[in-house]
């Protein structure tokens, strides 16, 4: 296994779905690239990884015209239902060339989804966005950090296929970044600012989750 497929998240969208919860952070997750975005002039976003689309549509309703992708035909037909007015949704899968000219987006969100990848699909991916990025135009998102993985192994064993990326019980594989890999990702980027997050439990307000906030120029 490279990694998790779209059978996977089909599954875990249709249970997310059944029980009630479809991981929607609120604001966490786009609020701090409200700023940068205006900032930078921009106008059409891709979303990767989007999954339910409640990112997607909040920058929507912030005034961006968003395409929003995701691997999980579930996860998309889901967003379609809720979201459909606001954004554009597809089935797609980062890992291949998306059928998109490049340079034809100001800016490229992912939220806590590029992050589930071996070292050379993580690089394509990457190398993917810098493509589909305009000039000027930026690369926002969020991926796990290391410090992140003991956290993650108390509520959910795993095991390593190689270094920092692991596969779990379920079958989800997570990749865990460091500081010095992510600026070797970005390195072809003018400017590139990361910021440690540390996400409190919804309900317990306890340590849940680290990841890095990532802020990049083309």
Not at 19 to 36: E, N, R, Y
Not at 107 to 127: E, G, I, L
Request: glycine share 10%.
């Amino acid at each position: 296994m490279v990694h998790a497929g779209a059978e996977f998240w089909d599954r875990f969208f249709r249970q997310r779905l059944e029980s009630g919860d479809d991981l929607d952070w609120a604001g966490l997750w786009t609020g701090p690239f409200l700023v940068p975005l205006r900032q930078a002039g921009a106008r059409a976003v891709l979303e990767l990884g989007c999954g339910t689309g409640s990112d997607a549509a909040r920058l929507a309703g912030e005034g961006y015209s968003v395409t929003a992708v995701d691997l999980s035909g579930e996860a998309i037909g889901q967003a379609q239902a809720r979201f459909g007015s606001l954004a554009r949704f597809l089935v797609g899968d980062m890992t291949l060339r998306l059928p998109f000219p490049d340079g034809s987006f100001d800016a490229v969100m992912s939220n806590v989804a590029a992050h589930m990848f071996p070292d050379d699909v993580t690089r394509t991916v990457f190398a993917q966005v810098g493509r589909l990025v305009r000039a000027g135009g930026l690369f926002v998102f969020h991926v796990n950090s290391l410090e992140d993985r003991p956290l993650r192994a108390r509520r959910l064993p795993a095991r390593e296929l190689e270094p920092d990326y692991v596969a779990e019980e379920s079958g989800q594989t997570v990749h865990f970044f460091s500081e010095p890999y992510l600026r070797e990702l970005l390195a072809g980027w003018q400017q590139v600012q990361l910021v440690p997050v540390l996400v409190p439990h919804r309900k317990t307000g306890e340590p849940f989750k680290h990841v890095w906030r990532g802020i990049a120029r083309r």
